[in-house]
């Protein structure tokens, strides 16, 4: 668990700054049944480091999770936020246990859960602005202000090419 306590305020300003990624070719590994890729990230005046992660269940296609990552300058990380399938069933224990039933969801980080020793990202929220990793990751992209990623349905003149054909299962 993290040492780290950021503030609402600060969580806010690190997901919002506009990004770039710094290895839009960055290729899918296998690891322990599914498909896993990374990419390194940073803000657009080059003074915060962050990672994107992908990993795709090879056989549950709802079991993925895309987030972002920020590295600290202790070279720690610290998940901001995380989009999950709907895979599983999600509770906010420090909100009564407010349950999200397994649909799609989205994680983010919060000064509460880090000052309760929790996973920073443990509070989510449903969402049905995605179905599957393609989605999860555009809104990602969108949400966090990172330039340089192409999902299979974004536009080649706006962003990078994830894979050589742009499927982002390439």
Known sequence: MSQILLTDEQIHTLLNMPKRVLNPNAHWKNQRGSKQKQF??????????????????????????????????????????????????????????????????????????????????HYAERTTRYHNLDGALKALAEDCQISGLKTATSSPETTDNIGSSGDLFT
């Open 40 to 121: 390194s990230i940073e803000s657009i005046e080059g003074n915060h480091r962050f990672t994107v992660y992908l990993r795709q269940n090879l056989k549950l296609p709802e079991n993925f999770s895309c987030g972002l990552r920020y590295q600290l300058h202790t070279g720690e990380e610290l998940t901001l936020t995380r989009y999950n399938g709907s895979d599983h069933e999600h509770s906010n224990p420090l909100d009564g246990h407010s349950r999200i039933a397994a649909e799609c969801h989205i994680h983010k980080a919060t000064y509460r859960y880090l000052a309760a020793g929790r996973k920073a990202e």
